[in-house]
């Protein structure tokens, strides 16, 4: 029943910028760790960024300074602000979540994953 909802993506020319959410809802007790992935045709999935248990989010290299994460635990949504994109930045870009559901035991923790949002980065 757990639910992750990815919007934001879309068309931009190389150095603009788009801002992706996601918003988990659903049979939701606690959500643990909650992550931006992407992958582009032909390419392994690569993790974007992270948030850890300790509240620090991590980046992958090839987007440092240029991507911003954000969290907002009330509402269980997480974003992805995207600067300076480049054409390499091409992919689908997924949301991931590890929820912890009602009903389950606390020691079991539920992976899910979001559809995918389109991003596009061409002149």
């Known amino acids: 029943q757990v639910q992750l909802v990815e919007s934001g993506g879309g068309l931009v020319q190389p150095g603009g910028s788009l801002r992706l959410t996601c918003a988990a809802s659903?049979?939701?007790?606690?959500?643990?760790?909650m992550a931006w992935y992407r992958q582009a045709p032909g390419k392994q999935r690569e993790l974007v960024a992270v948030f850890t248990s300790g509240e620090r989010t991590n980046y992958a290299n090839s987007v440092k300074g240029r991507f911003t994460a954000s969290r907002d635990n009330a509402k269980n949504t997480v974003y992805l602000q995207m600067n300076s994109l480049k054409p390499e930045d091409t992919a689908v870009y997924y949301c991931?979540?590890?929820?912890?559901?009602?009903?389950?035991?606390?020691?079991?923790?539920?992976?899910?994953w979001g559809q995918g949002t389109q991003v596009t980065v061409s002149s």
């Open positions: 659903g049979n939701i007790f606690s959500i643990n760790t």
């Open positions: 991931y979540a590890e929820v912890l559901e009602y009903g389950r035991p606390r020691e079991s923790l539920i992976e899910h």
